[in-house]
């Protein structure tokens, strides 16, 4: 019984692996433009959460299939350090909480 799964289980362990790699090979999508509803708002955080988002971002990206994810973070640390930026940018609906609490405009 286990033998006859075997062949069964290398396809689709293939499809996946040729799936993952057609997304990667394709071209990196931009993301879109804030709707007319959303405002981007930029806040200042410590340096321990833009690290933490550095390295999320760093490690979920798909754009940088041919270079080193640890050499695209440390690239993209020294960058913000150089900047003395710690900010972090955040897409706010525009609404009436987010009016009142002073968020948005």
Known sequence: MPSTKLPVLFVALWLKAASSAAQSATAP???PPPGPDYQEVSVPVPRAVSLVTDVVRVLFSRDDAG????QALVERRRARSEKRDQNLNISVPRNRLTRTLG???
Do not use: T
């Open 67 to 70: 270079k080193d994810k640890v």
């Open 103 to 105: 968020l948005v405009d």
């Open 29 to 31: 999508v931009p993301p």
